[in-house]
Structures are given as C-alpha cells and as structure tokens.
C-alpha cells in the first residue's frame, strides 16, 4: 500500500513528497485542482496549509489526493 510520508510545501502549487517506498517526487497540482471541493485551494494560502492524515497529504476542507494519483503525477526528485 502506497503511502505518504512527507511532505514539504516547494513553489506554486508544488509540493516534494517522500513515499513509503523511499522515493521522492515533485508533485505540481495546478491542474488537477479541479471540483468544488478544490476550489479554495488555489489560494496558496489554503494550498500551503496542508497536512499528512492517515497516507496521504488532506486540507482542512477534507479535500485529498489519494497517494496513488500523487506518485503517478509526480516527477522523480534524482
């Protein structure tokens, strides 16, 4: 099962994330902030403030990014 267990905010809408696998990517969610429930965060404001809960990285709207859409978006940190 695929988890995340860290995670720093970066830029933008980009976020460095740490897997359960001990891989490291570069998520950027500017476009997959798409729904109501995701609206709010394109303020970066609300963006940056996310946490880990659980395995993956939740804001306190109880919006989420399930881990596996994170590694699959994201670009390997070499």
Do not use: C
């Amino acid at each position: 099962m695929l988890e995340v267990k860290q995670a720093n905010y970066l830029s933008d809408f980009k976020i460095e994330i740490m897997f359960n696998t001990g891989e490291k990517k570069v998520v950027d969610l500017a476009n997959s902030l798409v729904g109501s429930v995701f609206q709010p965060l394109k303020d970066l404001n609300v963006f940056k403030s996310f946490k880990i809960n659980f395995n993956t990285i939740e804001w306190e709207n109880g919006a989420d990014f399930a881990p596996e859409y994170l590694y699959e978006v994201g670009k390997t940190v070499k």
